[in-house]
């Protein structure tokens, strides 16, 4: 059973969504406020956060953003619009995954699975080799460790992720969708957003310089690559 942290300002939405992901077998801790949450997340750690980004007092948004700074805990957005301001800035503050309101509990389901079982997921290629060094960067795919310059890299598991698939084929280019299908599980025609803010905040991790970027190269038209070539 997967405890699942709700943290949703709106009494019915909550009420609904608690019910039903009980339903389906998570236990469910639900905060009415970001503070309430991050009280309830200090006390019964959580194996998934699912967070309104909407929220009064501390918004979602900084709520995100300490979270991901104390560690990996995957995270799922409620968004009321599916606009770019608010879904790009949920991701990049660091969302794993999000859904649009009215929440479908299905859909809320099926991506706390599929965060959960990337979470928990082994390396993403079994055939490229168990340790990878380039340049500066060493991978090693069997402890799931990534270190730079002689330190680890802290990443989300989703970051680790894609580090993962795009490093297994240096120089392959993997498109958006494809990319979708093997980090994020989503086997429809999904939103590339969730690849672009994650490769954003990849290459913060990695690349001495984001902007000019060495493993996470982009080839516009088409996805992303891993060099160095």
Not at 26 to 37: C, K, M, P, T, Y
Not at 42 to 61: E, H, K
Not at 131 to 153: F, K, N, Q, S, Y
Request: overall charge negative; some cysteine; glycine content about 8%.
């Amino acid at each position: 059973m997967s405890r699942v942290l709700l943290i949703e300002d709106d009494h019915a939405v909550r009420t609904g969504l608690e019910l039903a992901l009980t339903r389906q077998g998570h236990a469910v801790d639900a905060a009415e406020s970001g503070e309430r949450g991050l009280e309830l997340l200090r006390a019964t750690p959580p194996d998934v956060v699912v967070l309104d980004l909407m929220l009064p007092g501390m918004d979602g948004f900084e709520i995100c953003r300490r979270i991901r700074a104390g560690g990996d805990l995957p995270i799922i957005m409620l968004t009321a619009r599916d606009d770019d301001i608010d879904v790009v800035a949920g991701l990049e503050a660091g969302a794993d995954d999000y859904v649009v309101k009215p929440v479908r509990p299905r859909v809320l389901e099926a991506r706390i699975r599929a965060v959960l079982r990337r979470s928990a997921a082994g390396p993403g290629n079994a055939a490229a080799p168990p340790v990878e060094r380039h340049r500066d960067l060493t991978i090693d795919r069997a402890a799931l460790v990534v270190v730079r310059h002689g330190e680890p890299v802290g990443l989300a598991p989703t970051e680790l992720r894609l580090l993962l698939e795009l490093s297994a084929t240096p120089g392959r280019v993997l498109s958006r969708q494809q990319l979708l299908e093997l980090v994020w599980d989503h086997d429809y025609l999904g939103d590339s957003r969730l690849v672009d803010a994650c490769v954003q905040r990849l290459r913060a991790k990695i690349e001495d310089d984001s902007s000019a970027p060495v493993y996470i190269q982009t080839v516009r038209g088409f996805g992303y690559r891993f060099g160095p070539l």
